[in-house]
């Protein structure tokens, strides 16, 4: 991983490939390269590592041209960050770049060595280069090339691959790792995201698995696994090719942040009445369906499963439902009971998370009663494959850690977690529920006015190694949210505890350099947190506590009290993350890391 680009042009495609690779770097990258074949019918190569403005100098510098290209953004899985480990990878006449895991590429590794292939990197994805020189010299044919060594592999895999042989095509095949061909009236491109060609054309064709195409200027022939020609229409997306800039915003992460309240008015007018959630807001004859359910499976990965997690709470609350919370990464792989009437429910961001897909893909062979996905990416594979969808229409979120995405989920989870307590016959809360969505706007207004005072509260975390954050109930997740923020962008470590857990192992690490943060919305399980917390103050730790609850400290009690505004008790979640985003960004800019771009994360993981 982590992007793909290619184009098939009557003019150089140079600066196109540049163009696509600078609409994959919100993914999260450590190097990038290309491959051109020249008017001479030679592959050009050429990569560096870091960024995709490297990439373009050394391209200009090289004064390289060609009508048909290449191209990479790569995230380090299999091998160190380094040049050798840059894609495209070459063998004879072929260049290719490659998302997704070669399960086998050891075993074939250790064939080809033995006929004389001789590697250079420390990738997975070089196998597949030697592989290809291989067969073409028992096929001669390219389809019988192509097709013979997919058979060979295992695992999961996006590819494009240029054959000097073939100047005017590109090769592309799908195995569980997501491809698009765009196709326009002069050129024919390839990409990984859908926001990558939304500039270039608005039509489409998906790979789907086990898929390859031979791809040329205005003309797109797909083939099945066993080489049989498959005829599809192209698909026509809705996006809108929108300039991203930070609109005076420091950061992406900051303006993502301070965009969430109107994404939220947005939902507001888009999604709700007076008193009632607007009908069918999760697909034609939703609500028929969503009345029949008796239970709930989520699956999801990173933030979204902490959003998963606060719609368990929701939903077990507001109903009689059953509901469970998995990472996808363990679901895939175990034993599931899914008993009658079972929802699942799939939450990704992008849409193109690889646990998440393979999850929803072993949900589909099994006893549901439906497939539904939370997404904000309309053509992404895991809203092509579900029954169902809410589109979340955050905007695109160019900055690795998550905010807006988070609370555009979790409004859709708690109108979600609304609709299924209709079946329980609590439609008066359903009215209560909407007019404390509707008062959101207004309350995070006073939400964002706490910047200054986390700014303040930043430097003292910039030189801390440790931090716990602690909450009850739907806090829990929060306080999980807040410290994977923490941790993504400022390198600090940091857990989540529910509050009640802190004396059963936590607390052995609690001394006066470790701060701790309590989420305390004045509900029923206050005096229970605070409790916890007079725990962590016995122990000389420092104490924070954000709190829309009248305290009154003792003289000489350090705790530091951080006012929130009064808020609805199932708005709460939405409320308490905001200063938690904003603590965590300040503190990256005092450590001065790359926040927008975290160490070692990418955006869209498509890998296990």
């Known amino acids: 991983m982590c992007g793909i680009f290619g184009a098939i042009s009557s003019e150089d495609v140079k600066k196109d490939l540049i163009e696509g690779l600078s609409k994959l770097e919100y993914r999260g990258y450590d ?29 200009l510098k090289s004064k390289s041209k060609g009508k048909c290209g290449i191209a990479h953004t790569r995230w380090a899985t299999h091998g160190i960050p380094n040049l050798k480990n840059s894609h495209p990878h070459n063998s004879g006449p072929f260049s290719i770049v490659h998302n997704g895991i070669i399960e086998n590429s050891e075993e074939l590794k250790s064939s080809l060595l033995k006929k004389g292939y001789k ?30 060594a997919l058979d060979k592999l295992k695992g999961s895999f996006a590819l494009a691959i240029i054959y000097d042989k073939y100047p005017d095509n590109i090769i592309v095949a799908s195995n569980g790792s997501p491809l698009l061909i765009g196709i326009s009236k002069n050129a024919t491109y390839v990409a990984s995201d859908i926001h990558a060609l939304v500039s270039k054309t608005k039509k489409y064709i998906p790979l789907e698995d086990n898929e390859l195409a031979i791809v040329s200027r205005g003309n797109v022939i797909l083939y099945n696994k066993k080489g049989r020609k498959i005829s599809r229409p192209p698909l026509v997306t809705k996006q809108i090719d929108k300039t991203t800039s930070k609109r005076g915003f420091k950061h992406y992460m900051q303006k993502e942040i301070f965009e969430q309240k109107d994404i939220i008015s947005r939902v507001i007018k888009d999604r709700l ?5 607007l009908p069918n807001i999760f697909g034609p ?32 609350e507001l109903s009689d439902i059953m509901c469970t919370a998995e990472i996808a990464s363990e679901y895939r792989y175990r034993t599931i009971n899914i008993p009658s009437d079972t929802l699942f429910v799939a939450i990704s ?28 990416v309309p053509e992404s594979t895991i809203t092509r494959l579900s029954d169902y969808s809410y589109l979340m229409q955050a905007g695109v979120e160019i900055s690795v850690a998550s ?66 954050f602690l909450g009850r109930g739907a806090s829990y997740p929060i ?18 505890y529910a509050a009640g ?12 350099d470790m701060p701790v943060v309590g989420l305390m919305p004045d509900n029923n399980l206050v005096n229970q947190v605070l409790s916890n917390l007079s725990e962590v103050k016995a122990r000389h730790g420092l104490v924070y506590i954000f709190t829309n609850k009248k305290m009154k400290l003792k003289r000489n009690d350090k705790t530091k009290i951080i006012k929130m505004p009064a808020c609805g008790h199932y708005i709460a979640p939405l409320v308490y993350v905001i200063p938690m985003q904003l603590l965590s960004y300040h503190v990256a800019i005092f450590k001065k890391t790359n926040i927008d771009q975290p160490r070692n994360l990418a955006k869209s993981v498509t890998v296990e």
Request: aromatic share 6%.
């Open 403 to 468: 905010t807006k995405a988070f609370t555009s989920q979790l409004i859709a989870l708690l109108l979600l977690s609304t609709i299924l307590s209709r079946s329980s016959g609590k439609y008066s809360i359903e009215a209560e529920i909407v007019k404390q969505i509707n008062s959101l706007p207004k309350i995070l207004d006073k939400t964002f006015k706490l910047e200054n005072d986390m700014k303040t509260m930043a430097k003292q975390f910039k030189n801390k190694h440790h931090t716990l």
């Open 501 to 512: 857990e802190l004396k059963h192992g936590p607390l052995a690490l609690v001394d006066k």
């Open 119 to 148: 590697f250079t990197s420390d990738t997975d994805s070089e196998v597949i280069a030697h592989l290809l020189t291989s067969c073409i010299k028992k096929n001669k044919d390219l389809l019988g090339t192509i097709l013979s």
């Open 273 to 277: 009445g007076t008193k009632t959630i």
């Open 31 to 59: 190097s990038a390269g290309l491959s051109l074949i020249t008017s001479a019918s030679k592959i050009k190569r050429i990569r560096c590592t870091g960024k995709v403005k490297e990439l373009k100098k050394l391209l």
């Open 349 to 376: 961001q992008s849409g193109e998370t690889a646990d998440t897909i393979y999850s929803l893909k072993k949900a589909k062979t099994s006893n549901y009663k439906a497939i539904l996905s939370i997404c904000n």
């Open 285 to 316: 004859k939703s609500d028929v369906m969503l009345k029949s359910i008796k239970h709930v499976h989520f699956v999801a990965c990173g933030t979204s499963y902490n959003a998963s997690l606060i719609a368990k709470y929701w939903i077990e």
């Open 479 to 496: 306080a999980l949210e807040a410290a994977l923020k923490l941790k993504e962008i400022s390198y600090i470590h940091a857990e989540g």
